[in-house]
């Protein structure tokens, strides 16, 4: 009987610390991604195709602001997982940028690509950008440039009102509004809150998991 007790108490210790902790016994895998968290498919989603991996094996650090590094190669590999040409920018010489050398080990073809297809830099531009945290703006205007690449409808979000966003002034490029009307009426991203979009809030790895997984739905 005694040893009966000892079991249900041990059980109910690790039930509870799994409860606790919150994140332990979540289906991701990761300790700081809980089952219920909104981020939670999406997390599921990169991981599982390979897109954005965790940090560690156990960690995903889904409120970390993320790089264009970051962006540019999660971009390549679902490109790449959708069977999109990947190959234009093979031939293309970005040792001509300023930072080039700065970009890390393994995103050398996705920069290439990036930069072959026009999705960056802008026009006359000196520099890649490879370590700079990304905004939302500059993700969502990203993104917006990226359908029209590959043919995903750009006019979903035309009649989308995003002047219901108290901080939709906010928005620093003419080329935002479109794409943030188009990425709205979409559903590839929500605002922060019902009365907020953020555009130049910085964009987080949950938000990259979350927006991945909504792109490919279109």
Known sequence: MKMKRKICL?????LAFCFIGGRACAASGFDDVGENDW????????????LVPGVTDTVFEPATAIDRTMVITALHKYSEMKGCDVSVGLDTNILSYDDAFDIREGAHAAFQWACGSGLIPDEGA??????????????VILLY???VLY??????GESTNILSYTDVFGIAQDQGYSAFQ???GAGIIAGTSASTIDPA???TRAQLATVLMNLSAQ
């Open 201 to 203: 809030g910085r964009m």
């Open 145 to 147: 440039d990226y359908a």
């Open 10 to 14: 041990i059980t109910a210790v690790c």
């Open 182 to 184: 188009w990425a709205c």
């Open 39 to 50: 981020f939670s498919r999406g997390v599921e989603y990169v991981t599982t195709n390979g």
């Open 126 to 139: 000196t520099s890649l950008g490879a370590n700079e945290i990304m905004s939302r703006e500059e993700m």
């Open 151 to 156: 043919g995903i409808n750009p006019t979903a």
